[in-house]
C-alpha cells in the first residue's frame, strides 16, 4: 500500500473549475489505477474517474463531460479537474488507488473537502 | 440512488453476529467477484475490509467474514465489538459505458 494526500482549494466559486492534486508516496506509481473519489455530506460515495500510470483514463458517465484527470510520474502525483462546478459538487474528495486487475481500492487519502460557494 | 442496495442500519449486541447485504444485478454484483467492503468512521476515510467477495486484507480481524450469491453480496461481522460501530460500504466493479465502480449508499452499524 501506498500514502496519499489530497491537496488543493477548499472553496470553489460555483461556475469555476475545481481543481486537487494528490500525492503518491511510499512506492510507485507503476502498474497501479490512481481513482478520485467523492462523498457529498452525510451521503456515500461516488466513483469519479481513474487513470492508469500510462495516462489512460476511465471517467464515471455522468461526470465525464467536466473531468479531467492527469498523471505526473516525475513528481509521483496525480490531479483532478472539475469543471463548471455547482453546489452539488460540494463533498469530501478522496484520492484512492488499486493495482491493475485487482479491482479494490486498497490505498485512500485523508480526504479533503471541497465547498462550492459564492 | 445507489447502484447498490443495503439496509439503513442494522444493530447487535456486544458478541452477536450480524451481517449486511448488498444487492445488486447481473451487471455488477452478480456478473464479477469484484465484491469489496470498506468501513468507515466519521471524518475518517474509508478502509477496505473484504475484496473479491470473500477475501480479507492482511490486518484485518478474522471476525469480518464475506460472502456472495447471485446478485447478493454479504459481510458479516461475528462477535460484534464496539469498535465495529461505524458505517460500511459495499463496492462492485460494473462493466465500461457505466460507471466502473459503483457503491452502497451505506449501512450504520450500532452495538447496543
Known amino acids: 500500500q501506498v500514502h496519499l494526500q489530497e491537496s488543493g482549494p477548499g472553496l470553489v466559486k460555483p461556475s469555476e473549475t475545481l481543481s486537487l492534486t494528490c500525492a503518491v508516496s511510499g512506492g510507485s506509481m507503476r502498474s497501479y489505477w490512481w481513482s478520485w473519489v467523492r462523498q457529498p455530506p452525510g451521503k456515500g460515495l461516488e466513483w469519479i474517474g481513474e487513470?492508469?500510470?500510462?495516462?489512460?483514463?476511465n471517467y464515471n458517465p455522468s461526470l465525464k463531460s467536466r473531468v479531467t484527470t492527469l498523471v505526473d510520474r516525475s513528481n509521483n502525483q496525480f490531479s483532478l479537474r472539475l469543471t463548471s462546478v455547482t453546489a452539488a459538487d460540494t463533498a469530501v474528495y478522496y484520492c484512492?488507488?488499486?493495482?491493475?486487475?485487482?479491482?479494490?481500492?486498497?490505498?485512500w487519502g485523508q480526504g479533503t473537502l471541497v465547498i462550492v460557494s459564492s | 440512488q445507489s447502484a447498490l442496495t443495503q439496509p439503513a442500519s442494522v444493530s447487535g449486541s456486544p458478541g452477536q453476529s450480524i451481517s449486511i447485504s448488498c444487492t445488486g444485478t447481473?451487471?455488477?454484483?452478480?456478473?464479477?467477484?469484484?465484491v469489496s467492503w470498506y468501513q468507515q468512521y466519521p471524518g475518517k476515510p474509508p478502509k477496505l475490509m473484504i475484496f473479491d467477495a470473500t477475501n480479507r486484507p492482511s490486518g484485518v480481524s478474522n471476525r469480518f467474514s464475506g460472502s456472495k450469491s447471485g446478485n447478493t453480496a454479504s459481510l458479516t461481522i461475528s462477535g460484534l465489538q464496539a469498535e465495529d460501530e461505524a458505517e460500511y460500504y459495499c463496492?462492485?466493479?460494473?462493466?465500461?459505458?457505466?460507471?466502473?465502480?459503483?457503491f452502497g449508499a451505506g449501512t450504520k452499524v450500532t452495538v447496543l
Open positions: 484512492a488507488s488499486h493495482m491493475a486487475g485487482v479491482n479494490t481500492f486498497d490505498s
Open positions: 487513470i492508469y500510470y500510462s495516462g489512460r483514463t
Open positions: 447481473s451487471s455488477d454484483v452478480g456478473g464479477y467477484n469484484s
Open positions: 463496492s462492485s466493479y460494473t462493466s465500461i459505458n457505466t460507471p466502473l465502480y459503483v
